[in-house]
């Protein structure tokens, strides 16, 4: 299963393929690679068909996917001790991890969509999503902190599945939605619950700063993981306060995807966030 984890190492921002406890920086390793093969101009060209951004990465397409992997298997096929002196080659221990996105074009995410926490909070089930937007600046690194404002104490946690898109499109009919997709993460849609509520919309209590904890990886969408099976824990202290199944969300991905898509133009590395079950605060 190909995994990617954005990371930061000597103050560089790197693409990289978890291998185990190791990352693979496969811009690097594809530069290796091609100067194995005799091109000269092989730092150009690594950059142009393997950036080292993510969002650059995702805009390039399946062909950057395709010679990521390959640059993978190239690493694999050098001694250890070699790959990591060449700096191709990491323990994921010596690189700071960063949210899987940094700078993704939009962050929209997905209200109410298991029953049992749309009845949990006293509201009614939607016939259609409910859609919010969250800015860029909101999202946190895994492990990173969670910053509790100080003008509220009522912040809630709320564990949800995303996914990140890596194909363009507006008007996506649902039977073609999947394509469309990059891969999927875990976040934390941290809610300051008396800003949202004490209005009709979610963009207040859904943006103070440090409240998106995502990642650490993305998961490929072409690895033949199937997001409408996985369980969603959330911990506090160590406590399961959140235990459910995205089979039980109200409206699957390519649902969201088509109703998303009928509002706005979906990009290489736009997140959408697709809501939490219940067990919140």
Request: hydrophobic share 45%; proline share 5%; glycine share 8%.
């Amino acid at each position: 299963m190909t995994i990617l984890m954005n990371f930061r190492l000597a103050n560089a921002d790197r693409v990289g393929v978890v291998v185990g406890d190791n990352v693979v920086d496969v811009n690097l390793a594809y530069r290796a690679m091609v100067a194995d093969d005799g091109t000269a101009d092989a730092a150009a060209r690594a950059e142009a068909e393997v950036p080292a951004d993510m969002l650059r990465f995702l805009q390039a397409g399946e062909g950057a996917l395709a010679r990521a992997r390959a640059a993978t298997g190239y690493v694999d096929s050098l001694e250890e001790a070699d790959a990591r002196q060449a700096g191709l080659l990491h323990s994921r221990q010596e690189v700071q991890v960063l949210v899987p996105i940094v700078n993704p074009p939009k962050v929209i995410c997905v209200a109410r969509n298991f029953d049992a926490h749309a009845k949990e909070a006293g509201k009614v089930v939607s016939e259609i999503p409910i859609v919010f937007a969250r800015f860029a600046n909101t999202l946190v690194a895994d492990g990173g902190a969670v910053v509790v404002p100080r003008v509220s104490h009522q912040v809630d946690w709320e564990g949800e599945l995303a996914f990140v898109v890596g194909k363009p499109g507006r008007y996506i009919a649902r039977d073609q939605a999947m394509v469309h997709l990059a891969g999927y993460s875990v976040f934390n849609d941290v809610s300051v619950r008396d800003y949202q509520f004490r209005v009709s919309q979610y963009t207040s209590g859904k943006n103070f700063a440090a409240s998106g904890p995502m990642g650490p990886v993305l998961v490929l969408a072409d690895e033949g993981l199937d997001p409408h099976d996985l369980q969603i824990v959330t911990r506090l202290n160590g406590e399961v306060m959140q235990d459910g199944n995205t089979a039980d969300m109200i409206f699957d991905i390519p649902r969201i995807i088509a109703d998303v898509s009928e509002i706005m133009t979906l990009e290489p590395g736009d997140v959408i966030v697709t809501g939490t079950p219940s067990g919140v605060g």
